[in-house]
């Protein structure tokens, strides 16, 4: 019986599956065994590789444009080589170690706990599952808000077979990837496939000084040095442009292998490895506004701008999203003393600093999966894994060139994950139980580079995660097999040990190091029902509980700061209704949810006062603390004395960013829909929509201009229509496609909403010759066809107290041309 699952659908010809009569059928393991997407009473949106390819979804972070109310995008480029990933308004966009993610992540059964590094390239992908809605009874920890499950192509013993792909592109794209399936006996197989990818970024990276001169307006760039001799402007000659880099590029090689052995009829055996190199460039951000006010007040950043002799204002500001002036550098050299700075004091550890604008990932890992069928209804699995994670990422946090802020960060992560399973079906009961273990050692190391905080801090933490669970589920058909109830319980043992090292450079007393662990000891369940209506229709109720563990601020500034975080506790309902109609013409899934969120912790963007590293009392300066008004009870900000204040005598001190951590629980509903349609012979449409409601009367109460969740639209949308047209003359077909994305309106506030997301729609389109005689293909897309602009995300860092709001752009429209061909 076994659990491995492929798409059962006809591939001839490539890219062009969904142009059929009927809906095509999907087998999944969202329930732990191998079923029908149809007959599976869960909200499943499961996707073949070639109905992505079809859309332009390479990875993980392109996911979201197809599930209706899941969010899939970059992190906001603070948070490095990250997925955002948010399921019905949970999830997570902190990549941080101590942060715990809401959607768990599984590649072939393989647990993956980070969203560092997640933005998983599709590589020989069968399909991906992405089941919404708690799944802490069959995925365990951090899966309250859903799961993803990526399934791979596994090998088989029939034919040897092989395929080539060649993609061109804008930004001279080029991609190539390549795999080959080998039988090497009637009873072992080897499959090897691999891919490369290079794209220039599509954000430039500008030389400050040199485009003030290009602009006409060398005054604004006071003595700020350039960053290459080459584009120095003199004897009336100047350089043709003052580009020095790219963000948002792609640079990644990565290769997988497996092994399948039937040593016996009953036993497979699967042995994997797989090895992926990013090196890609920094994420695209850019600096939306600047607050001149608030940048000269700061001792440090106003000094460096007498230094050079400029302002921090809109002239860094370039007008353009797709260019800025990060330097990635501290451009004031090591040892400077400037009067009046404490940051730039003469020491040789400040300033002078430059990094490598990259966000690289190496990661590599090694799998063994056996399933042996103990009788023909009966099967056992066991499921051994190890993998090694090594990210980094560089972030510049205002993007001009002077500097507020710099971040260096590397993490390792080093995983072992064991898990065994026994599934069973039979006309009365069908039942998984099974065993889980994860235990990783992770090192996170940081380095920020802060005048504006006036310190330089180095960081070295260590977490020892380790998860201990066993679980069961059971369906069973009491009176007919047409109906079906089922249940599910997961006994979860959670610890998090963690040894948090803060130093900053010469100043001991500023220290912050601590050690906790989080951890918690827990019970799941679910619990529902399911009836079939017809052959063809699929009734389904469910009730289910998740949680997410505790965690605890990884950002502490000061050692104030310094606090644990509650898990997220939350029960969730939802009914739905999946039915195949008009001879299979028709697919119409539809689900509506309720979700409690019983705890729910969040962070609110305030200040507190900045203590004195040596007396721990409030340092002197311009602010008074004041509560914040779109905050709960607790969270503060500062303001600028009066004038009056100032005359009253009204003492003022110096304020730091905080971010504060409090439980808002509230409650979520909504509903989503997913619709396939083939009318005629060779015609299919798509259509898919979520909205969701997320409301928090704490929140409303506290004054806050919204209660939704922050960085999620309440609707999502998506569709397509492709028509597969059988040309004689060219002895294969031309498939034509198009489809529509659609986001409502998101916030980046609860107390603005001058930085918000309006709702935006882009398009994607493709057409592909196929050619069967020599099994090729020839396909030519263009992706956001009508280059609508939009953000990725904002960050609000002036409610942090800095001078700046930046956002990410979204890509520009692109177009690719590939080559495929099968063997």
Request: net charge neutral; glycine share 10%.
């Amino acid at each position: 019986m076994g659990t491995a699952a492929s798409a059962q659908i006809s591939q001839a010809p490539p890219n062009a599956d969904e142009g059929g009569s009927q809906v095509a059928d999907i087998v999944v393991t969202a329930t732990r065994q191998a079923t029908n997407l149809q007959d599976t009473p869960l909200a499943v949106t499961a996707v073949t590789s070639q109905a992505l390819a079809q859309r332009s979804i390479t990875n993980t972070a392109d996911l979201g444009a197809i599930v209706p109310n899941a969010t899939f995008r970059p992190a906001q480029g603070a948070f490095g080589p990250s997925v955002t990933a948010f399921i019905r308004g949970i999830g997570q966009g902190d990549g941080s170690l101590a942060a715990e993610p809401g959607v768990a992540f599984y590649v072939d059964d393989i647990y993956y706990p980070l969203i560092l590094g997640s933005q998983f390239d599709l590589l020989d992908l069968d399909h991906v599952e992405v089941l919404r809605g708690p799944q802490g009874t069959l995925f365990g920890r951090n899966a309250l808000a859903g799961a993803v499950n990526l399934v791979s192509k596994a090998p088989n013993f029939r034919d040897p077979s092989g395929y080539t792909e060649l993609t061109y592109g804008d930004y001279n794209r080029l991609n190539i990837r390549a795999g080959f399936n080998l039988p090497l006996t009637s009873n072992l197989a080897l499959r090897v496939s691999g891919v490369t990818k290079r794209m220039t970024g599509y954000q430039k990276r500008l030389d400050f000084r040199c485009q003030m001169f290009k602009n006409g307006t060398p005054q604004l760039a006071g003595s700020i040095p350039y960053s290459d001799g080459k584009l120095q402007q003199s004897g009336g000659v100047e350089p043709d442009n003052c580009v020095v880099g790219h963000n948002g590029g792609e640079d990644v090689k990565a290769a997988r292998a497996q092994i399948l052995w039937a040593p016996v009829p009953d036993l497979r055996i699967t042995l994997t490895a797989d090895y992926l190199k990013d090196e890609s460039s920094v994420t695209a951000d850019q600096i939306i506004s600047t607050n001149p006010t608030v940048a000269a007040a700061n001792v440090n950043l106003g000094a460096q701008a007498r230094y050079f002799g400029v302002a921090y204002d809109n002239r860094f500001v370039t007008g353009d999203p797709y260019s800025t002036y990060a330097t990635y550098a501290d451009l004031i050299p090591g040892g400077t003393a400037i009067p009046g700075s404490t940051f730039y004091n003469g020491s040789p550890t400040r300033g002078g600093y430059r990094f490598n604008p990259t966000n690289p990932v190496t990661q590599y890992g090694f799998a063994g999966k056996a399933v042996y069928n103990i009788t023909p209804k009966i099967n056992a699995t066991l499921i051994l894994a190890y993998r090694s994670v090594k990210a980094g990422y560089t972030f510049d946090v205002d993007g001009s060139p002077l500097t507020s802020e710099h971040t260096s960060n590397l993490t390792t992560h080093e995983q072992y994950t064991a898990e065994g399973r026994i599934s069973g079906k039979s006309d009365f009961i069908d039942w998984t139980a099974g065993l889980f273990y994860y235990r990783a050692h992770q090192i996170a190391r940081l380095f920020v580079n802060s005048p504006w905080l006036g310190l330089a801090r180095n960081q070295r933490n260590y977490y020892e995660p380790e998860s201990k669970s066993a679980y069961a589920n059971v369906t069973i058909h009491p009176f007919t097999e047409r109906l079906g109830i089922n249940g599910g319980i997961r006994y979860s043992d959670d610890r998090k040990p963690v040894n948090y090292n803060n130093i900053q450079d010469g100043v001991p007393s500023g220290n912050i190091i601590f050690g906790v662990v989080p951890k918690s000891k827990r019970v799941d369940w679910k619990a529902g029902a399911d009836y079939k209506l017809s052959d063809h229709t699929l009734l389904y109720a469910s009730a289910a509980t998740g949680f997410r563990l505790p965690s605890f601020n990884a950002r502490p500034l000061q050692p104030s700061q310094v606090y644990q975080i509650p898990g997220d506790n939350i029960i969730a309902y939802e009914a739905g209704i999946k039915t195949d109609l008009f001879d299979r013409k028709l697919r119409i899934n539809a689900t509506g949810f309720y979700t409690d969120y019983k705890r729910r912790a969040t962070s609110v963007s305030g200040q507190e006062y900045l203590l004195d590293t040596n007396t721990g009392q409030p340092q002197a300066g311009n602010s008074i603390l004041i509560p914040l008004a779109a905050g709960p009870a607790g969270t503060t900000t500062c303001r600028a004395r009066t004038a009056a204040e100032v005359a009253a005598g009204t003492p003022g001190f110096a304020c730091v960013g905080r971010t504060f951590a409090t439980n808002t629980p509230g409650k979520v509903r909504g509903g989503e829909v997913e619709i396939e349609v083939h009318p005629i012979e060779h015609l299919s449409l798509n259509l898919s929509g979520g909205y969701s409601n997320f409301s928090a009367p704490d929140l409303r109460s506290a004054g806050r201009v919204t209660d939704r969740v922050l960085g999620i639209p309440n609707w999502t949308a998506s569709a397509g229509a492709q028509y597969d047209l059988d040309v004689q003359a060219l002895d294969g077909s031309i498939t034509p496609r198009v489809d529509w994305f659609y986001q409502g309106s998101i916030a980046y506030s609860a107390q603005s909403l001058a930085f918000k997301q309006s709702p935006f729609s882009t398009f994607n389109g493709r057409l592909t010759y196929y050619n069967r005689k020599n099994d090729a293909t020839v396909s030519f897309s263009v992706t956001n066809m009508f280059n609508k602009f939009y953000y990725y995300n904002y960050f609000v860092y002036s409610e942090l107290g800095y001078p700046n709001v930046n956002g990410n752009p979204s890509r520009p429209r692109m177009w690719s041309v590939t080559l495929g061909k099968r063997f």
